[in-house]
């Protein structure tokens, strides 16, 4: 058998986590099995459904390189071939008119749930031949009446519904349209998906689709219905407490490969690993060991995996995905280092990508100010000696490395008579405007000795100035 998986998003609103999670899953196991991933847009909702929407979902999927083998396909370009298969239906009799006016199914509705009862169509149209002429009508399906439906599920195990607990439902509304598990159905058909991967939230649709299914004489897939994502605060994920679109992941500063990794492992185990490239992901992957329980977020856990892959991953992919940060923060990247170069020496100091950027900021850029603690602290009279001596020795280098901007730290010190501090700290706050850099020679290796010059020039004036006042 092929596995065939899909995503299945209705465009409502922009790529959550737990949507993303979702299709995460169901790209994982397509490729674990050399099948096929299809994404689907299930865009009859034509009132809620916008192309913004649509042009986010397919953002964020991109972005987290989950790429699909077939579509996307849209639900609303189908619409001829749900309405010859429920044509079909009724012309086999297994569907039919349903001429009830909405007052009447709600007036019923009413007394049912006065009654303590579930509220329910009661099947008045099923067997009825007496059709009025001209009047609008919806067209049901003809839910067995006996028996029981059983999900095969690969997380909850087998789940079964008696027929008797589900009542005909709706698969075409009185203006035509066909409705939204028909529509799924006839498309997990067309699409030949063997696995369906969803929330849980549809388990409830899912006997109404096996029926349906059985009707048309289509096969039935695999389900496996993921659990729900919590907050940190262990309540339902919620823009207050948690970023809840993919693409805000993207805006803190995380990468893909970060969001992924976590959100694998929020659900899905393997043994202690934690840690997992996309290609161990795929050879581990089953969606057997997808735990029941919900899972709640922790944003700590992602931070701690962004962080292991800025400093793990090769800096040039990692510049792929901190140039966009550079941009939004307005800083130049043709203004100075090739970007690697600072990812290399910067990697661990920084939790995001977007910390990366604002700390880097002054390899591109002047820095505006010095930072006012380290300056006070580190910009004194004391300091002028070794500032002046230090500008005159790197400005004499013939050759910029970090090996001679090394030597000419070492010997302002030796000459002075004083600890290296005395001499990196003024320095490092000249050239970078603040105390926190890495390791100056790597630092002033990636300026160039000019900027230098101006920067130290910059501090011996500032120290001016201080004593003037
Ligand atoms: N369109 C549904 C949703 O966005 C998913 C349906 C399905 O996966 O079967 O929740």
Redesign the pocket.
């Known amino acids: 058998m092929t596995v065939v998986t899909?995503?299945?998003?209705?465009p409502t609103g922009y790529l959550h986590v737990g949507?993303a999670r979702?299709a995460l899953y169901s790209w994982l196991y397509a490729k674990s099995k050399g099948g096929k991933f299809v994404l689907r847009i299930?865009d009859t909702d034509i009132e809620r459904s916008t192309q913004a929407a649509i042009d986010a979902i397919l953002e964020g999927m991109q972005w987290l390189g989950l790429d699909w083998d077939d579509g996307p396909f849209y639900q609303t370009e189908r619409f001829d071939r749900y309405n010859e298969l429920i044509d079909q239906l009724l012309a086999e009799g297994k569907a039919y008119k349903c001429f009830m006016p909405a007052e009447e199914l709600d007036a019923i509705r009413e007394q049912q749930m006065a009654n303590g009862e579930k509220p329910r169509y009661p099947g008045t149209w099923r067997d009825r031949t007496d059709h009025p002429v001209d009047q609008p009508y919806a067209i049901r399906f003809k839910t067995p009446q006996e028996g029981s439906v059983v999900i095969k599920d690969h997380i909850r195990g087998d789940i079964e519904i008696a027929n008797s607990e589900l009542d005909d439902l709706i698969i075409r509304r009185t203006d035509g349209a066909p409705t939204y598990n028909f529509c799924?159905v006839v498309d997990?058909w067309d699409m030949g998906i063997s696995h369906?991967v969803?929330?849980e939230?549809?388990i409830n649709?899912t006997p109404r689709q096996i029926n349906i299914l059985q009707a048309l004489g289509a096969p039935i897939p695999e389900y496996a219905h993921v659990s729900m994502i919590l907050g940190d605060d262990g309540k339902k994920l919620s823009k207050r407490t948690n970023a809840v679109g993919v693409m805000e992941f993207r805006d803190d500063g995380y990468l893909p490969e970060a969001l992924l990794n976590y959100l694998v492992r929020l659900g899905w185990s393997h043994g202690d690993q934690e840690v997992f490239t996309k290609e161990e992901m795929i050879e581990l992957f089953s969606l057997d060991a997808i735990g029941q329980s919900a899972s709640a977020f922790n944003t700590d856990k992602l931070i701690w995996l962004n962080q292991h892959y800025i400093k793990t991953m090769p800096a040039t992919e990692v510049a792929e995905h901190a140039k966009w940060h550079f941009e939004q923060q307005n800083i130049d990247l043709s203004n100075g280092p090739a970007l690697e170069d600072v990812i290399e020496i910067q990697a661990d100091r920084v939790k995001t990508l977007k910390e990366l950027a604002e700390i880097s900021a002054y390899f591109y850029q002047e820095y505006e100010s010095f930072d006012a603690k380290a300056a006070k602290k580190h910009l004194r009279p004391v300091a002028k000696e070794a500032l002046v001596l230090v500008q005159s020795k790197l400005a004499a280098l013939t050759e910029w490395s970090t090996e001679s901007i090394h030597n000419a730290i070492n010997e302002t010190a030796e000459e002075l008579e004083v600890g290296m501090g005395k001499v990196g700290m003024p320095l490092r706050v000249a050239a970078t405007g603040s105390g926190n850099s890495p390791s100056l020679d790597l630092t002033l290796n990636l300026l160039k000795p000019t900027q230098i010059e101006q920067r130290i020039t910059k501090a011996l004036e500032y120290i001016a100035n201080r004593e003037n006042s």
């Open positions: 899909r995503f299945a998003p209705s949507g979702t299930e799924v997990d369906v969803r929330g939230d549809h649709n």
